[in-house]
């Protein structure tokens, strides 16, 4: 296993500053590998993390890991936490990891005679024992992890707005697949009055709910 030390400094190459948050992604990831009994960085798809936050966090875990969002084997699911599950895909067992609710405060210990807190939790974080920094617990993912990585090459058409969804992420109701967007599960929507810079292609027997392209000048895509 590399080095704390050199982990770090392949950090803060990417962010010009060390900075608390990627101190705490290089010991979480290392932490997290090792619950789960696996070597890292990997080469490989078989550690999967789902972090719950974005931000210099991940370059933390990234870097420890050997994952990334381009190799399908780091995901987000935001919700606003320093925090992570880990999970073997090849074994399906899963672990979640999060900072202690005290871990600033225990961070000073590790600094004695720094009193600016930023630069405590920085020397703190690297040295700290993994019980004092975290909290470690098994949990059973709600999605199984051979959904959540699905198979290469599937993919339908969304019935309401044509595009392409692949991953099997498509909503089925009554027998239809729709997109998660238009099975109103989105994170956006699009006003009535939304016109569309570009339209997307028509497809015959469907009809686009808005389209740029009026009968008179028809022009392919
Ligand atoms: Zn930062
Ligand atoms: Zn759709």
Redesign the pocket.
């Known amino acids: 296993m590399t080095d704390i030390s050199s982990l770090l400094a392949a950090v803060s190459a990417r962010h010009n500053h060390p900075c608390p948050r990627q101190v705490l992604g290089v010991r979480m990831g290392r932490a997290g590998a090792a619950a789960l009994g696996l070597e890292i960085p990997r080469q490989d798809k078989r550690l999967l993390v789902i972090a719950e936050t974005d931000g210099c966090f991940l370059d933390g875990l990234e870097v420890a890991c050997g994952i990334a969002a381009g190799r399908r084997t780091l995901r987000t699911e935001d919700y606003g936490k320093v925090a992570a599950t880990f999970v073997d895909v090849q074994t399906g067992d899963a672990v979640r990891l999060a900072p202690r609710p005290d871990v600033r405060a225990r961070a000073q210990d590790y600094a004695p005679g720094e009193s600016r807190h930023y630069f405590a939790q920085l020397t703190g974080y690297q040295i700290m024992p993994d019980e004092e920094l975290f909290s470690l617990t098994p949990v059973v993912l709600n999605t199984p992890v051979t959904d959540l990585v699905s198979r290469p090459g599937v993919r339908t058409n969304?019935?309401?707005?044509?595009?392409e969804i692949i991953n099997e992420r498509e909503v089925m109701m009554d027998g239809l697949a729709?997109?998660r967007?238009?099975a109103g599960q989105g994170y956006y929507q699009m006003p009535a009055s939304a016109v569309p810079i570009f339209a997307g292609v028509e497809q015959e027997g469907q009809t686009l709910r808005v389209s740029l392209f009026h009968s008179a000048q028809h022009s392919p895509v």
């Open positions: 969304c019935v309401a707005c044509g595009e729709y997109c967007s238009c």
